[in-house]
């Protein structure tokens, strides 16, 4: 029972270049979310998912993409990334709306 | 807006002791709800414990116990005879909404807790 699985688990990548972060799921929870945390602010939610095919903005959805094209798979991309999103990338899915969230291990991305 | 306080940035107990983390919050939504997770130094995010803004009773999982007090916007974590495993990053966190209208999960930015031999 896998849970959330995240890939890859560590990245580093130049200014400028993309990225896509793939969370997949086998609980078959239709609520999927992807979070970001940085030192000394908790987490911030990026985009969210209520279901297979719909996405919706986050607190700080700027610079990131995210499709849900099968209800296991939530996937964030970054288009041309910044050093600002240098960040521990979180993703996580729920039963529930708004319920207790079963977190992936986190991918560790580093923008330079 | 809805916000979550966590005073402490880091505390310190004894093994086998109680310790309360402390978590307050903010907002005018009638209906919501608290959670507590945690995060070891490996990094994952877990669940520990929920509460309900209408439940009447304080919710319990095993060691750990939400101290909850409506009036006063508290939601503490209590957690009961302190194992060296219990050493983490405990995030108090709240359902709420973004200005734009839709629904979030609202974080604190955590306490430290580092359990002593």
């Known amino acids: 029972n896998a849970g959330v699985t995240q890939t890859p688990k560590f990245r580093v990548l130049k200014t400028g270049q993309s990225m896509t972060l793939l969370c997949a799921q086998d609980?078959?929870?239709?609520?999927m979310y992807w979070y970001r945390q940085d030192p000394g602010m908790g987490l911030r939610l990026i985009h969210y998912?209520?279901?297979?095919?719909?996405?919706a903005k986050g607190e700080v959805p700027d610079g990131y993409n995210v499709s849900r094209l099968k209800k296991q798979n939530f996937l964030l991309g970054l288009e041309s990334a910044a050093p600002s999103q240098t960040s521990v990338y979180f993703c996580a899915s729920s039963y529930i709306w708004q319920g207790p969230l079963h977190f992936g291990n986190g991918t560790r991305l580093t923008v330079t | 807006a809805q916000k979550i306080t966590q005073t402490q940035p880091g505390m310190f107990v004894q093994e086998k002791e109680a310790v309360t983390l402390d978590c307050t919050y903010d907002?005018?939504?009638?209906?919501?709800?608290l959670f507590w997770y945690k995060q070891p130094s490996s990094g994952e995010m877990i669940f520990l414990i929920y509460?309900?803004?209408?439940?009447?009773q304080n919710a319990t999982e095993g060691r750990y116990s939400l101290n909850f007090q409506k009036a006063r916007k508290s939601a503490n974590l209590v957690i009961s005879a302190s194992q060296l495993g219990d050493s983490a990053m405990y995030f108090c966190?709240?359902?709420?909404?973004?200005?734009?209208?839709?629904?979030?999960?609202?974080f604190g930015k955590g306490t430290k807790l580092t359990v002593n031999p």
């Open positions: 966190a709240m359902s709420g909404w973004t200005q734009g209208g839709s629904e979030k999960l609202v």
């Open positions: 509460q309900g803004s209408y439940d009447q």
């Open positions: 609980m078959n929870h239709e609520y």
């Open positions: 907002t005018s939504d009638p209906s919501y709800g």
């Open positions: 998912s209520v279901g297979e095919g719909t996405t």
